[in-house]
T-cell receptor
Framework: DAKTTQPNSMESNEEEPVHLPCNHS???????IHWYRQLPSQGPEYVIH???SNVNNRMASLAIAEDRKSSTLILHRATLRDAAVYYC???????????FGTGTRLQVFP | EAQVTQNPRYLITVTGKKLTVTCSQN?????MSWYRQDPGLGLRQIYY???????DKGDVPEGYKVSRKEKRNFPLILESPSPNQTSLYFC???????????FGAGTRLSVL
């Protein structure tokens, strides 16, 4: 199974952009890159996903490197409610399984 | 409101006493899954179900059973719980295995 590597923690100030990096050097050509986040005392929730092209939605943007070995989740203006653990996940093309790592804990300061 | 509901949210039990954690979704999803979350290990899949009466093992199925008699419900059964099953459990559902998964709020289980 292809794995992802993320920093354990990151910090941001409110209203500033946040760039959360993820390395996935063993990604296969058909693995989708998913991002979920887990707010305190809640289950994970979907944020965004992509295959090759950059993606935008109301929550965030996903920038995928041309070689697909890394990606970056971008929160354009962090709020206190964005404090969570962010998981970069590869959906295994053969099994469709989401393979979770340990994620990045994002702290947002007022 | 679309949701995945797990019960109970918290459970303390003793070794060997059978228990069931229920999971119900109101989105008519075909795919449902159980995960456990342990410190330093992220979420690991226990069992999943592609549709009614179709279940399969995930990465850590030992000591667990599931059933899928109706589309909306996917209970997780621990026939003889042991302390190493102390964990935080999440149920999830989606239209198919390829779609966005919606997670429940979690069940924190302690086995003494």
């Amino acid at each position: 199974d292809a794995k992802t590597t993320q920093p354990n923690s990151m910090e941001s100030n409110e209203e500033e952009p946040v760039h959360l990096p993820c390395n996935h050097s063993t990604i296969s050509g058909t693995d989708y890159i998913h991002w979920y986040r887990q707010l305190p005392s809640q289950g994970p929730e979907y944020v965004i996903h992509g295959l090759t092209s950059n993606v935008n939605n109301r929550m965030a943007s996903l920038a995928i490197a041309e070689d697909r070995k890394s990606s970056t989740l971008i929160l354009h203006r962090a709020t206190l409610r964005d404090a969570a653990v962010y998981y970069c996940i590869l959906r295994d093309a053969a099994t469709d399984k989401l393979i979770f790592g340990t994620g990045t804990r994002l702290q947002v300061f007022p | 409101e679309a949701q995945v509901t797990q019960n109970p949210r918290y459970l303390i039990t003793v070794t060997g006493k059978k228990l069931t954690v229920t999971c119900s979704q109101n989105m008519n999803h075909e795919y449902m899954s159980w995960y456990r979350q342990d410190p330093g290990l992220g979420l690991r899949q226990i069992y999943y179900s592609m549709n009614v009466e179709v279940t399969d093992k995930g990465d850590v199925p030992e000591g667990y059973k599931v059933s899928r008699k109706e589309k909306r419900n996917f209970p997780l059964i621990l026939e003889s719980p042991s302390p190493n099953q102390t964990s935080l459990y999440f149920c999830a559902s989606s239209w198919s295995s390829k779609n966005i998964q919606y997670f429940g709020a979690g069940t924190r289980l302690s086995v003494l």
